[in-house]
């Protein structure tokens, strides 16, 4: 079982950057692929990005593509997204998920592949 607590989520103006961290324990997270997902109030959990196990490959939501980066750190177990020129339109709740069935360079965007989830971080883009 692996656990996940992201952090580093705020208030920003548009156009400002944040950086969003999900540290891992309980197993090595060089075992999974990583996503990011966020939800809006009012609106479905959707997908944002993702990095395969290995880190060599990553996909990226047509709204965040050019803005947004997400890495990877095995050696530390920790996740990042790096969002900037934010928008109002990105304000949500930002989850970070594993993805343990997705291998070396594979991913993918679907939320149910998805077995385990952080708790989530706010994300408020002011205009």
């Known amino acids: 079982q692996v656990q996940l607590v992201e952090s580093g989520g705020g208030l920003v103006q548009a156009g400002g950057s944040l950086r969003l961290t999900c540290v891992a324990s309980?197993?090595?997270?060089?075992?999974?692929?990583m996503g990011w997902f966020r939800q809006a109030p009012g609106k479905e959990r959707e997908f944002v990005a993702t990095v395969s196990s290995s880190g060599t490959t990553t996909g990226y939501a047509d709204s965040v593509k050019g803005r947004f980066t997400i890495s990877r750190d095995n050696a530390k177990n920790t996740v990042y997204l790096q969002m900037n020129s934010l928008e109002p339109d990105d304000t949500a709740v930002y989850y970070c998920a594993a993805d343990r069935s997705s291998y070396g360079s594979a991913w993918t965007r679907q939320l149910g592949a998805y077995d385990h989830w952080g708790q989530g971080t706010q994300v408020t883009v002011s205009s």
């Open positions: 309980g197993r090595p997270l060089s075992n999974y692929a």
